[in-house]
């Protein structure tokens, strides 16, 4: 059957930067000037990406990839075969090692890729910011996360955490939306002391509260 490299992408000796497909002509092509339905374009491996653990699990139960699970998108070899409908993501809990329940609906909307890993629902390990925002790594948290952080300044550091699902039904204490909310009641609690100690001469909306830090800085205030 004869090959062709899929048109705009850059060939470097046998090495092809991008995504590799064959062009397959049922009669050959080739000295036949590529006569015959062309089927276009297959990629070279069955899937052009690692499948992932939602679709391994599938396949081992006799799904094939023309097959829509109860549950799942479409089979797209991109996103490493069969993804979470949103539906379902909705009905589902995960938890990162700390145990704070976590509403799969947080991960409706795209996923982290870091470090060689999609960290997604798909294999089992969605991530979400942290909600204690310490200052160094964590031993519960995965040891590919431990760098894994963000700063938005040196009092702000978010660090994220990877989650499993879980059978344990959702309930907001113990969850990580109650864990977000205690922080921003610090932060109440903090600016309260802040404005009676600068006798209400302050404005919220010129200070920030790192989160890491516990602190209130002022940026203006009036003496």
């Known amino acids: 059957m004869g090959k062709a490299y899929l048109p705009g992408l850059r060939v470097s000796g046998n090495r092809l930067r991008g995504v590799y497909c064959e062009r397959v002509w049922p009669d050959g092509g080739g000295a036949s000037g590529h006569h015959g339905k062309s089927l276009w374009p297959r990629p070279m491996s069955w899937h052009m990406k690692e499948v992932n653990e939602l679709t391994r699990r599938l396949l081992a139960e006799g799904y094939t990839p023309e097959d829509t699970p109860p549950g799942t998108c479409e089979y797209k070899s991109y996103y490493g075969g069969w993804t979470y409908t949103s539906q379902a993501l909705n009905q589902m809990v995960f938890e990162p090692p700390c145990g704070l329940l976590v509403r799969g609906s947080r991960f409706t909307n795209g996923y982290l890729a870091s470090r060689g890993v999609d960290w997604r629902p798909e294999n089992d390990n969605p991530v979400v910011p942290c909600p204690r925002f310490a200052s160094g790594p964590c031993s519960l948290r995965h040891p590919l996360l431990q760098t894994e ?53 302050v404005c919220r909306h010129q200070s920030r509260y790192g989160r890491t830090s516990k602190a209130c800085g002022l940026t203006c205030f009036s003496k």
């Open 149 to 201: 952080k963000f700063c938005c300044g040196p009092d702000d550091v978010i660090y994220q955490c990877d989650c499993h699902p879980t059978d344990r039904p959702y309930t907001y204490e113990g969850s990580l939306d109650e864990a977000h909310k205690q922080v921003w009641q610090e932060s109440d609690e903090l600016w309260k002391a802040v404005e009676t100690a600068h006798n209400g001469r």
